[in-house]
């Protein structure tokens, strides 16, 4: 697994977080490798720490284990168990009994991963690592960030964004969690040409929220785009013309009718 800067900066990260035993959110542009990263992290601390007890979750059971599909999460711990060395593997370690469905165990330690999806997220007992993968696509997200609290001390909260209005924005924007960005810009294998070539072939806001990392444009049915009223903070805008006034009338309850004035 030969890993290019930015994914080593990623690991170095992480493994600060862990050490610390404290929370990490990682917000991610599409294809950056990131699944690839956690379940290597937690298959190298299942494989050498006896203590270790890894889960990973997300929204869908099909999208954490689904035997022979490379997309999910606990197949791409298999492909990395098959590949290693077989000397590497623990003692007595047999497939037909140790690798089971949603639950990998270490014979020679006890150490373990298991996996959880939906609304069952944070249910399975304490873990040393919870790797909760795409967060602001998680339904009833903040039932679930609930339970894993009480689950593990070390929580990796990692997505694309989906609007400002869910848990995983907010916490992303709440200053109390340390932030890892991913951008695609990181990425040795993108250049401009390839952006140019998502930009025509993806909707405006799939590139939003799959490549941009854009909060405010990876909802449909903005009016007013964000990046509109930023660029208009501050605008230096000639003074020309007759005198406006805007009014917004209170209709009911407690709300006061105001006006704004220019010259």
């Not at 930015?6 to 990490?24: C, F, L, M, T």
């Not at 889960?55 to 689904?66: N, Q, T």
């Not at 593990?152 to 916490?171: E, Q, R, V």
Request: hydrophobic share 35%.
């Amino acid at each position: 697994f030969i890993l290019f800067p930015k994914q080593i900066e990623y690991i170095r990260w992480r493994d600060e977080r862990v050490k610390n035993k404290e929370h990490g959110l990682i917000e991610k542009s599409r294809d950056m490798g990131l699944t690839w990263l956690n379940v290597v992290y937690q298959t190298h601390c299942w494989l050498f720490d006896a203590n270790f007890k890894g889960a990973f979750g997300s929204r869908k059971e099909i999208l954490v284990d689904r035997k022979g599909d490379p997309d999910s999460i606990f197949e791409k711990i298999r492909m990395v168990l098959r590949y290693i060395p077989k000397w590497m593997l623990p003692k007595n370690f047999n497939w037909n009994i140790h690798d089971n469905y949603l639950r990998l165990i270490n014979p020679e330690t006890g150490a373990s991963i298991t996996g959880e999806a939906g609304d069952n997220l944070g249910r399975g007992g304490r873990s040393t690592i919870y790797d909760i993968d795409e967060f602001a696509f998680i339904e009833r997200a903040a039932s679930v960030d609930a339970a894993l609290s009480q689950n593990t001390d070390i929580i990796f909260y990692t997505s694309t964004p989906n609007g400002l209005g869910n848990c995983y924005a907010k916490k992303r924007f709440s200053g109390k969690i340390p932030v890892f960005t991913f951008k695609w810009q990181d990425d040795p294998r993108k250049d401009n040409a390839w952006y140019e070539r998502q930009k025509q072939n993806l909707e405006p806001v799939t590139v939003a929220q799959e490549i941009d990392i854009d909060y405010t444009a990876s909802v449909e049915g903005i009016y007013i785009p964000a990046k509109w009223v930023l660029a208009a903070v501050g605008l230096d805008i000639p003074k020309s013309g007759k005198p406006k006034a805007s009014l917004d009338i209170a209709s009911f309850g407690n709300n006061r009718s105001c006006i704004v004035t220019g010259k």
